[in-house]
Nanobody, 123 residues
Framework: VQLQAYGGGLVQAGGSLRLSCAAS????????MGWFRQAPGREREFVAA????????YYADSVKGRFTVSRDNAKNTVYLQMNSLKPEDTAVYYC?????????????????WGQGTLVTVSS
């Protein structure tokens, strides 16, 4: 059972990146998925979540209107499309799986975490 996040990199402010997270080991479509991020010296914070079917999403205020979370259950993959990136979006981004079909925004609600992928936004 594991999550593998990838797609991070260096981008200029105003640019875009798409993160992906591939899941294996348990039935992907049964579980909600979330994205979190952690900047140096800061606590891990919620970014976005999507329910088991991909029909309901929720975003942190700081990314609302710029980021879009989606999933493809046939590919066991969740995505985070990040547009209009800002330097303050710089962080390690983690995908996580919640042992429930519904949304969650607290780290303790998720029991499986990927290894993280670094996003750096230059000004």
């Amino acid at each position: 059972v594991q999550l593998q996040a990838y797609g991070g990199g260096l981008v200029q402010a105003g640019g875009s990146l798409r993160l992906s997270c591939a899941a294996s080991g348990r039935t992907f479509s049964n579980y909600a998925m979330g994205w979190f991020r952690q900047a140096p010296g800061r606590e891990r914070e919620f970014v976005a979540a999507v329910n088991w079917r991909g029909t309901t999403t929720y975003y942190a205020d700081s990314v609302k209107g710029r980021f879009t979370v989606s999933r493809d259950n046939a590919k066991n993959t969740v995505y985070l499309q990040m547009n209009s990136l800002k330097p303050e979006d710089t962080a390690v981004y983690y995908c996580a799986q919640r042992p429930s079909a519904g949304l969650g925004q607290r780290t303790y609600e998720y029991d499986l975490w990927g290894q993280g992928t670094l996003v750096t936004v230059s000004s």
